[in-house]
């Protein structure tokens, strides 16, 4: 299952630290895992690509790369995500509100999540910017999850289980994608060791 691997290693730091972020379930994203290795540990290296060994990448800012990636990122790319689901969240919206107004039916719009904010952290330490960017990155991909269940929720009439029901035949996908296509294409996960 696709998972983010959170990289915070600073050029006056001694230490790096890593947080691993999964989806547990359909909608629910938690961090399951974190490590600080300093940085003359013997086996750095050999820890730092076993970690992040089938995760995406994401530095922190300010992060120099530990290790050359395939395929790292920035985490200011998450605002692409949030700019993602803010437009699917629109989509889904209207299809919701057309539906409605030709089936002559009373519906509710979903209350989406509120748009994430990267915090600053509570100390200026590895582990610390590291938590933050984590935390950020799960409420974003949270949102994202979310937001795309509300859309696959309205696929399926919950009666008769006939598709299609209240989505158009583009937004009537028969599972919750776990990110955007064109997103996802962005933040591939890192080659196996």
């Not at 895992?33 to 690509?49: F, G, S, T």
């Not at 629109?90 to 994430?116: G, H, N, Q």
């Not at 209240?166 to 996960?189: C, G, R, S, W, Y």
Request: cysteine-free; proline content about 8%.
């Amino acid at each position: 299952m696709f998972a983010f691997a959170i990289i915070d290693r600073q050029p006056s730091a001694d230490a790096t630290a890593v947080w691993l972020t999964h989806r547990t379930d359909t909608t629910f994203v938690r961090n399951t895992n974190a490590v600080v290795l300093q940085h003359d540990d013997p086996d750095y290296e050999k820890k730092i690509r076993s970690l992040t060994a089938d995760h995406s990448v994401v530095l922190t800012d300010g992060t120099e790369s530990p290790l050359e990636f395939a395929h790292a990122v920035r985490i200011d790319l998450f605002d692409d995500l949030i700019a993602r689901t803010a437009a699917h969240q629109e989509r889904i919206s209207a299809a919701i509100v057309d539906y409605a107004r030709r089936k002559r039916a009373k519906l509710v719009v979903p209350r989406f999540l509120p748009v994430p904010e990267l915090a600053t952290p509570e100390r200026d330490e590895p582990q610390a910017r590291a938590l933050a960017a984590a935390n950020y990155v799960g409420e974003v991909w949270a949102a994202w999850l979310f937001t795309d269940e509300q859309r696959h929720r309205r696929t399926v009439t919950p009666k008769t289980q006939e598709s299609p029901w209240i989505m158009p035949a583009e937004l009537n996908i028969p599972t919750v994608a776990a990110l955007p296509a064109e997103f996802a294409d962005q933040v591939k996960p890192e080659p196996l060791p």
